[in-house]
């Protein structure tokens, strides 16, 4: 089974706040990563960006962007997500079912113009997950599907 890692965790405190990173983060059933705006159940409550995906976004449209530009909760690598709806993910101790991909929408053009067009092929926006089980994570935490 392939094996990836855990590079990056953040979250906002509102719809068009800024980005906050962490080495570590609470995960939990109710709220999806602990202080992020989104975190309600629901399909959505955590997404998943693969650096690999993102890399090659940026590099075929020589764009520059820092990963919390995709505005994404949580950057693995090692671990490819494009049609993987329905898939587990195991980042450490949680569980997430992969719900769908992640639609680039118009705020990636507000972060860097062409960053919008550039996610939508091949799932390079990343996915949308839903907490199965709960628990702490950290950058640095192994990641593969379950």
Known sequence: MAAGKLLGIAWK???????????NASIRLETGLED???G???NRQITVL??????KACITNKLVPDWTMRRANLLIEGIQLEQ???KMLRIGDVLLEITGETKPCYRMDEQQNGLQE??????RGGVTCRVLEAGEIAVGDAVCFA
């Open 84 to 86: 993987s709806t329905g």
């Open 50 to 55: 693969a650096k690999e995906a993102f890399e």
């Open 13 to 23: 405190t509102a719809s068009h706040g800024s980005m906050i990173r962490a080495e």
């Open 36 to 38: 992020d705006h989104r």
């Open 118 to 123: 550039a996610l939508k092929p091949e799932w």
């Open 40 to 42: 309600k159940p629901g």
